[in-house]
């Protein structure tokens, strides 16, 4: 059986390079965009500033996780005097539906299954430090999160 995460990010770059393909999205040499070309040019090293398609394509991504979260919020009742009830079936979908977002982002920025764990893993251990630490926006410091690659 596969790593669940990292079918996942197979099934989502699929799923991105056939939206690129049907929607004829090209770069700016006019070749088909691709998953691969983006999470290479991510991890290049190269200057990546504001024009480049990693770029234009993380605020994309970011824009429509944004979207998702925000119709995940509707589907929360928030009228205390109302006797709305959640709809769990649809927060399900939402929640997913920002999983695949999530997803093209983390590949846009050039990270694979592996390293999304490797770095939720030092992040996992930052958190519980600031949390030992009594974290408070007073002592925040944004030092620990250097070591992180």
Known sequence: MPDKLEELFRLQETLNDYVFSKQDLRDRNGKLLAMAALREQAQS????????????????????????????????????????????????????????????????????????????????????ERQNAGYSKENKNEADNRGIS
């Not at 944004?66 to 009742?77: F, I, M, N, R």
């Open 45 to 128: 090293g190269e200057a990546l500033g504001p024009n480049t398609e990693v770029c234009q394509w993380l605020r994309k991504y970011l824009e429509a996780l944004t979207d998702e979260s925000k119709e995940l919020g509707e589907e929360l009742p928030w009228k205390w005097w109302s006797k709305d009830k959640l709809d769990m079936q649809n927060i399900r979908i939402e929640i997913v539906d920002q999983l695949h977002f999530w997803l093209s982002l983390a590949m846009t920025a050039g990270m694979d299954a592996e390293k999304v764990f490797d770095i939720y893993m030092q992040k996992n251990k930052v958190n519980i």
